[in-house]
């Protein structure tokens, strides 16, 4: 049984003497019998199924169940297919690294940021390393001014131990 499905109760288990029944057209027909709410149900060949159970007296529809959890399942999909999911790319660098391969890691970057997708650039300290994270700072604000037409700073640069990070983000149309 589907998510949808467990939100309804169905024909059987309506307990209560009196409901409020709305028919498969969204009409209020009032507060019915159940018996009679079920023999209204029957003859229209759909089910009776109880939407507010915690209501006084508890509302039901005359609907076709399994239509309307398909119906409900399809819509959930299409939204699914809509959905846009961030993905969040990795460049890597050291602080030796040339103009040249910024460049090339920044047109990488440019790439996944046009896509739609996040961008981190990590910088990893070796060794002695660690002390120069001034160096790493400035490598980073080289990066981003590549990439400043297409592109926000999401996180600024922050040291992790020996490793430096920033997080980019596209810029919105």
Do not use: W
């Not at 959890?69 to 790319?89: F, G, M, N, S």
């Not at 390393?129 to 600024?156: R, T, Y």
Request: with cysteine; aromatic share 4%; net charge positive.
């Amino acid at each position: 049984m589907n998510d949808i499905s467990k939100n309804f109760t169905c024909n059987e288990s309506i307990k209560e003497k009196e409901v409020r029944v709305i028919d498969a057209e969204g009409n209020q027909l009032g507060i019915l019998q159940t018996k009679e709410a079920q023999r209204m149900a029957d003859e229209s060949e759909l089910d009776l199924v109880m939407i507010s159970p915690n209501a006084k007296p508890p509302v039901c529809k005359i609907m076709d169940l399994g239509k309307y959890i398909y119906e409900q399942a399809k819509k959930e999909k299409e939204a699914k297919k809509k959905q846009k999911v961030t993905v969040i790319k990795e460049i890597r660098c050291g602080i030796t690294i040339e103009e040249n391969d910024i460049a090339i890691k920044a047109k990488n970057a440019r790439k996944f940021l046009v896509d739609g997708d996040k961008v981190k650039i990590t910088i990893r300290f070796k060794g002695r390393e660690a002390a120069l994270s001034h160096l790493g700072v400035k490598i980073l604000d080289n990066f981003v001014s590549k990439l400043e037409d297409v592109c926000v700073v999401e996180k600024p640069a922050k040291q992790d131990g020996r490793n430096m990070t920033m997080v980019l983000a596209p810029k919105k149309a």
